[in-house]
């Protein structure tokens, strides 16, 4: 079917505005037709494999769905040089046909058949509804009184930058263990940006983006990382004896220790002090209503952030004891989001949860699909597909991919790359010191770039570093946290040898 240009009868022209009309219908057609073919291309590219005769679906049936995760890897891509540009705007194109092909995989799945799952678990639905309220109350902790509280309490101690700073880096890299890293970044973004010059500012901040990435492997529940890592390698990690999390102290408290130490000899012989003192906004006699408003919400961020850290350590400690209660993080963590919600609301700052959902809401979801594909390679697939293939690689080889697939997290979300990862260790166990290795290598990449990971995003949203700029200053924090982190490592070989 084409579009032809209307008839006239003999002698008679067209006129501008039947033309442009014409013009106008053949426009639209050309834009649907060529939408309706690359949605067609991103379906087929999809499920071509898996729908192929059983010959090919058995050799090649997850090649379709990997093609399909790569292609939405690609478009989470942040700035890319302008000869690489390209394979962000093909993953991009085709993610909406990727994303309908998804579907239409998961949909003869939805019912659940000798005990596999149904395939509404596939986007891992717990997990984001966990993650919401993290990020919920991170926004809370942003627009309360406690950052202006911090920031004030840091000038008037008596310290000096080069003592309180690395202790700061180092308290608030561990507490990723119980609170969401990606508000602590945030919050660390303005405190330290009022508290030293920018140079010094920006130095802080990536000893605690490294080490901080390395230092929250303690528990489960505080990164999306971990939680996606476990939720696919729980029947494993549960063998490990101690606990695979709670043993991973060392590494968690090297890998944040070796940055900030040097960060603090860094600051001592440059002489660092601190900005020039900023007043406090004091209270207006007879202002009575605003002064109640502005406890009461006070208040209120601290309540948001005390019932995280609650059901963060809640659902710590019972999956640590393995108790028979058991209660989704989800659950645990919905007082704090509702918290969180009243607080900004009642700060009359609602309106800044519309703008950060309407930002990650479009990333969310391409991470939704990746779960699903991943989750249709390992219950919707009959063969053995490409995975059968690495699989008869000589285990060393096996192991130098996935290593090179942890460091991947520099250039796109670490939490698809755990989802993906898990999904190969689980159908061929590694020793779990190797695990460990992974998991270290695979937190720590996301801050080689300024989209590698939510963190680093969200310390380039204020730095507004080029990709350039970035990789000029990252090199030194992310070899100090990284040789802490594999110091960690060791000692937890000899420290924890039966748990390795």
């Not at 920006?202 to 528990?219: D, H, M, P, Q």
């Not at 995280?308 to 989800?330: C, E, N, Q, R, Y």
Request: charged share 10%; hydrophobic share 55%.
């Amino acid at each position: 079917m084409t579009l032809s240009a209307p008839s006239t009868t003999f002698g008679e022209s067209l006129s501008p505005k039947v033309v442009w009309r014409w013009n106008a219908r053949r426009s639209v057609y050309r834009l649907k037709l060529r939408t309706l073919w690359i949605m067609s291309l991103g379906i087929a590219l999809t499920v071509g494999t898996v729908w192929a005769p059983p010959a090919v679906q058995n050799l090649f049936g997850a090649a379709g769905p990997v093609v399909g995760i790569v292609l939405i890897i690609f478009s989470l891509f942040g700035e890319l040089p302008a000869r690489l540009s390209w394979m962000q705007r093909l993953g991009t194109a085709l993610f909406p046909g990727v994303a309908a092909g998804t579907f239409l995989l998961l949909l003869p799945l939805l019912a659940p058949v000798n005990g596999r799952p149904t395939s509404l678990q596939a986007f891992s639905p717990a997990v984001w509804a966990a993650y919401i309220s993290i990020v919920l109350t991170g926004i809370s902790f942003e627009h309360s009184p406690l950052p202006n509280a911090l920031y004030h309490f840091c000038q008037k101690i008596g310290l000096k930058p080069f003592i309180l700073i690395p202790l700061y880096v180092v308290v608030m890299g561990l507490l990723g263990n119980i609170l969401d890293g990606v508000s602590i970044v945030i919050i660390s973004c303005v405190l330290l940006f009022n508290l030293l010059p920018s140079a010094w500012a920006t130095r802080a901040l990536f000893a605690l983006l490294f080490g901080g990435l390395i230092s929250n492997l303690v528990t489960v529940a505080a990164e999306p990382t971990n939680i996606k890592f476990h939720e696919t390698l729980g029947p494993l990690l549960h063998t490990v004896t101690p606990s695979f999390w709670l043993t991973n102290w060392p590494i968690c408290l090297f890998g944040i220790l070796v940055p900030a130490a040097w960060l603090g000899i860094l600051m001592a012989r440059s002489g660092v002090e601190w900005k020039p003192h900023e007043p406090q906004t004091m209270h207006i006699p007879g202002d009575t209503k605003r002064h109640v408003t502005g406890i009461f919400n006070s208040g209120l961020g601290v309540c948001t952030v005390t019932l995280l850290a609650a059901g963060i350590v809640a659902h710590a400690i019972m999956d640590t004891i393995g108790t028979s209660i058991s209660v989704p993080l989800w659950i645990l963590l919905l007082p704090a989001g509702i918290a969180a919600v009243v607080h900004l609301s009642s700060s009359g700052v609602g309106h800044v949860i519309h703008h950060h959902l309407r930002e990650q809401i479009p990333i969310w979801f391409k991470l939704m699909v990746i779960f699903s594909l991943l989750w249709f390679i390992e219950h919707g697939l009959s063969g053995s597909g490409m995975f059968g293939f690495f699989f008869l690689l000589p285990p060393a080889f096996q192991f130098t991919l996935l290593i090179v697939l942890s460091l991947c997290s520099a250039v796109t979300d670490n939490v698809a790359l755990a989802a993906m990862q898990a999904s190969i260790i689980l159908s061929h166990p590694l020793a779990i010191w190797q695990i460990r290795l992974l998991l270290v290598l695979l937190t720590w990449a996301g801050g080689l770039t300024p989209f590698g990971c939510l963190q680093s995003l969200s310390i380039n949203h204020r730095l507004k570093f080029s990709t350039n700029a970035w990789l000029k200053e990252c090199p030194v924090w992310a070899m100090l946290s990284l040789c802490g982190g594999i110091a960690g490592l060791l000692f937890t070989f000899f420290l924890y040898p039966s748990a390795m």
